[in-house]
């Protein structure tokens, strides 16, 4: 059957834009609704105080523009977000996008380190029988463990010995990012059959050239695939790293600093940068997964 | 320089031996002691550090030291551990991992969800969803009622996804043959992708086992009443009392491990037909 013969409505409704943009919109209709449900006793509380009767018009309008509310509507955050990144000078210690940008170096230094970390841990382990039998069970074990709940400390002692700064953070989103790569990676580097591996051994190719131009490419793919996984985790880290420091700057101290001051919107506007930067960096993983996959002759 | 010298000495030889028994056979002690030959040889070292170089507690006590704190301290540790996981983390668990999978059963009925859905679902499950934690904590107060609401939150994406990736995990075969059975939609659901999606089912309630610890333990930092996991850590690393807060990891990568391998553990029973279980 061609295209054109099934009929418009239901191609619409056999895509995914549509669906995906109801979904959202009904989001965005709850959030509002919650807003006014969330927000009214405050609002009731406060004209029973000046003793003026609300009309339900009037009742909504309020619960959706308090100073603080106990949830913010949409177009609140979106006001803070457009007032606290373009309308502010990038230099000053409200801009938002100085708070990213510490955050984002952060995320991204502890990504670099804990990657390429991962990646050798992973070719160590797929060529040492001793590593693979003694340190890979612990790898797998240490996913079980809460890792986020070492940050303080972590933050305290490198503090103590005079690293502070980005290093700290770093190293917490190296931690996050390490696990995935590394299990990732093995399974990719394991990935090539019995049968590719006896064909390079007709080659009478050295252990070396079977990693280079076997093991490695086939790996590509799983690579990508925990990398994305471990962007993601190096941005929790990185902002988790952040809250024991005592709220200097960063997303994670916006969202400490506005919860100790019970400024809510200034919260969800750092949650929504967040979410911003963690698709943008999944994102990024992404284009270069294609363009990579593209260069290797793309399957 | 000797006492340098002595430590690799110490790792060389344990190396040494960890890869003889690694080399020799394949039977069931060279499987589970080369890691725990590696783990002790790991805390070796570490005490050994810690002691020549005279290393101060409050950076990096021994293990010695940590594990008198893990005896001293058991009734306090014990207080924690059932504020933070029976309480927080346990009840958010079970019922974000509960709902999500009555939704998933939902979206499979309606194709219309499951498309606009997921991509969604798969989108925040990549968010830093904990950052909703201070938002909770103003919410839901400060005990443990916040913090399973946040567990509430990491846990359900996850489990949507797995749930609904499983429940399209029949092939037209085996749908096909239930039809000819004459078996209704619930029948089918029951006996056939129910059972079937259980591999992708516990693979979404073992990812949300630490996501739960993790986040009980991290909204415990925005607030907390003076007991639980994640707040003794952060007012011990504050008056630099390192022992504890070591002691206190200990509980949580046990409490963790635990609550993962019981999960795993119930796996193996439930999905002993799939081809990773059988032997």
């Keep these: ?299 | 320089m000797v006492q340098l010298i002595g430590i690799a000495a110490v790792w060389l030889v344990a190396w040494k031996v960890n890869a003889w028994v690694s080399a020799s056979g394949n039977s069931r002690i060279s499987r589970w002691l080369p890691p725990v030959l590696f783990g002790v040889t790991v805390l070796v070292v570490w005490e050994l550090a810690v002691r020549v170089y005279d290393i101060s507690p409050v950076l990096l006590p021994a293990p010695s030291a940590i594990r008198v704190a893990l005896v001293e301290n058991t009734a306090v540790l014990w207080e924690d551990v059932v504020q933070t996981f029976f309480r927080g983390a346990l009840s958010g668990y079970a019922i974000g991992c509960g709902s999500a999978f009555l939704v998933g059963i939902l979206v499979d009925r309606v194709p219309f969800l499951k498309r606009g859905l997921l991509p969604v679902g798969n989108f925040v499950a990549a968010l830093p969803i904990i950052g909703m934690a201070p938002i909770m904590v103003m919410w839901f107060g400060f005990d443990w009622q916040s913090k399973a609401a946040i567990v509430v939150l990491m846990c359900f994406f996850p489990m949507l996804v797995n749930t609904v990736q499983g429940l399209a995990a029949t092939d037209h075969m085996q749908r096909d043959l239930m039809r000819t059975y004459a078996s209704g939609y619930w029948q089918t659901l029951v006996k056939l992708r129910l059972p079937a999606a259980m591999p992708f089912v516990f693979n979404g309630l073992k990812i949300c086992t630490t996501l739960a610890l993790i986040g009980a333990i991290v909204a415990e930092f925005f607030g907390s009443p003076t007991k639980g996991m994640g707040f003794r850590i952060s007012t011990e690393v504050g008056r630099l009392a390192l022992d504890m807060v070591w002691a206190e990891i200990t509980v949580a990568a046990l409490v963790g491990s635990g609550f993962y391998g019981l999960v795993a553990l119930l796996e193996k029973r439930v999905t002993f037909w799939h081809p990773s279980h059988r032997h």
Excluded: C
């Design chain 1, 1 to 299: 059957m061609s295209d054109a013969a099934v009929p418009l409505r239901s191609r619409i409704w056999a895509g995914q834009v549509i669906p995906v943009v109801v979904v959202v919109a009904a989001i965005i209709a709850i959030w509002y609704a919650g807003a006014v449900w969330l927000n009214a006793p405050w609002a009731l509380d406060q004209a029973g105080r000046d003793e003026v009767e609300l009309s339900a018009t009037e009742l909504v309008a309020d619960t959706w523009s308090q100073e603080r509310p106990v949830l913010p509507a949409p177009h609140q955050v979106v006001q803070d977000l457009w007032k606290s990144t373009i309308g502010t000078r990038i230099t000053s210690k409200r801009s938002l996008f100085r708070h990213a940008w510490i955050t984002l170096s952060a995320t991204l230094a502890g990504f670099a380190l804990g990657s390429g970390l991962g990646i050798l841990l992973a070719v160590g382990i797929v060529h040492d029988r001793t590593m693979n039998a003694s340190v890979m069970p612990w790898v797998i074990a240490s996913q079980t463990i809460p890792i986020l709940a070492i940050a303080p400390m972590i933050i305290v002692v490198l503090n103590s010995i005079g690293i502070s700064g980005l290093l700290p953070k770093a190293i917490i989103s190296m931690y996050l990012s390490f696990f995935p790569v590394v299990v990732g990676m093995v399974k990719g580097l394991r990935s090539p059959n019995k049968m590719l591996l006896d064909q390079m051994h007709t080659w009478n190719a050295s252990r070396s050239q079977t990693f280079w131009r076997l093991r490695l490419p086939s790996a590509v793919p799983y690579l990508f695939t925990s990398l994305k996984i471990g962007v993601a985790a190096s941005l929790v880290g990185a902002i988790i790293g952040e809250l024991p420091t005592g709220a200097v700057a960063g997303l994670g101290a916006r969202m400490l600093s506005g919860s100790y001051y019970g400024q809510t919107v200034q919260i969800w506007s750092a949650l929504v940068m967040a979410a911003i930067l963690a698709a943008a960096l999944v994102a990024l993983v992404g284009v270069a997964e294609r363009a990579t996959l593209r260069v290797m002759g793309g399957r």
